[in-house]
């Protein structure tokens, strides 16, 4: 019978050779601190930690421009400022503006008297009153009229003025060069390219915005762990606690750093934004189902790994086959998923399960 000193008593061992089962009462584990972990279901293999860069999608930027040359009277927002959609960020006044707006008022007058003379020649046309040369003239001339008007309301709708203000602007009669112009999109002012009182020509860049509801991580993967990635594989970043998935993994390696571009869509942000720099985790997807636990939970015996299970009579010694670690955490199959694991205490129970005593009867 082999003896093995537990804290403040001696607990006798009855270890037959090759048993795995250790003889524990609970009280007798609370004093050797053991404690338990649940293994944690996973379908992905940890591959490592990378830097990585939070990026913009290419169809998530846009410039806003001057439509019309004039100059600046307003800028409502600064660089890394918030947006929403249709927020009017900058104002300017434009004597462009005020000709277009010039030309619809003629263009509508112009179609109003040559509908009128249409209605009223084609009138005259239906009695034999005037030849048919007469009418199809008139005719004409009314839809060119109509042709010119609808092209003055497209230019002004064009720079962004809606169709109600364009009909008050007929009703009114009133002429105004100022012009609103308003975000296409939601997210944040990267770039500020005016100032206020600056005259800007036609297509000028105003504002650099983009948004921030999608965002990549682009990274520089060694190559022969980019080659284990697929689509779809997982992403983490820590400690922010973002997440995303890999979609692209490049077609070529860099000769001068032997790496591959690799990059993931974020799909949980938690507060990340464009241009920071943070270290992502990459894992690649499982093709059986694995366990993952504390990496203080696997003893290694002669070169194979065991863990220490749960059992009624104390603990059990079970093989398991390792598949990944990282210094944390360890990835592995071989027990039960609702098994209750060793995670603390495994170097006394290791002791006494291959009969390591400090004093032998």
């Known amino acids: 019978m082999r003896w093995v000193g537990i804290g403040l008593g001696l607990l006798a061992l009855n270890l037959a050779a090759g048993e795995t089962i250790v003889p524990l009462t609970a009280a007798q584990l609370e004093r050797l601190g053991v404690e338990f972990a649940q293994p944690q279901p996973v379908n992905a293999i940890p591959l490592g930690e990378v830097p990585a860069m939070v990026t913009v999608p290419p169809q998530a930027e846009a410039v806003l421009s001057a439509p019309v040359a004039g100059q600046i009277e307003e800028v409502k927002v600064a660089r890394g400022d918030a947006v929403a959609a249709r927020q009017v960020l900058v104002v300017m006044h434009s004597p462009e503006l005020l000709a277009k707006q010039q030309r619809l008022l003629e263009a509508h007058q112009e179609f109003k008297v040559a509908k009128a003379r249409y209605e009223r020649e084609r009138s005259l046309f239906a009695d034999r009153v005037i030849a048919q040369s007469r009418f199809l003239e008139t005719e004409k001339s009314w839809r060119q009229a109509q042709v010119a008007y609808a092209q003055a309301r497209a230019e002004l709708a064009a720079l962004g003025i809606a169709q109600a203000a364009i009909a008050r602007l007929i009703q009114t009669q009133k002429l105004d060069g100022r012009l609103k112009l308003a975000s296409p999109l939601t997210g944040a002012v990267i770039a500020r390219e005016v100032t206020v009182g600056q005259w800007v020509d036609r297509l000028a860049p ?43 993994v490049g077609e070529t390696v860099d000769p001068a750093t032997q790496t591959t571009l690799v990059r993931a869509r974020l799909t949980e942000l938690r507060g990340l934004r464009p241009g920071r720099k943070v270290v992502a985790a ?59 694991v060793v995670s603390q205490g495994t170097a006394a129970l290791k002791a006494a399960w291959l009969g390591e005593a400090e004093g032998e009867e």
């Open 206 to 248: 105003l504002l650099r915005l983009t948004a921030t509801s999608t965002l990549w991580l682009d990274m520089e993967v060694e190559a022969a762990r980019a080659e284990r990635l697929r689509p779809g594989a997982p992403v983490y970043v820590e400690p922010q606690g973002a997440r995303g998935e890999v979609f692209l």
């Open 282 to 340: 990459l894992f690649e997807p499982s093709a059986e189902p694995l366990l993952k636990l504390p990496r203080s939970a696997l003893v290694e015996q002669e070169g194979a790994p065991f863990v220490f299970v749960r059992v009624p009579e104390g603990v059990k010694a079970l093989p398991v086959s390792v598949k990944a670690q990282t210094e944390a955490e360890a990835f592995l199959t071989g027990i039960d998923p609702t098994a209750q």
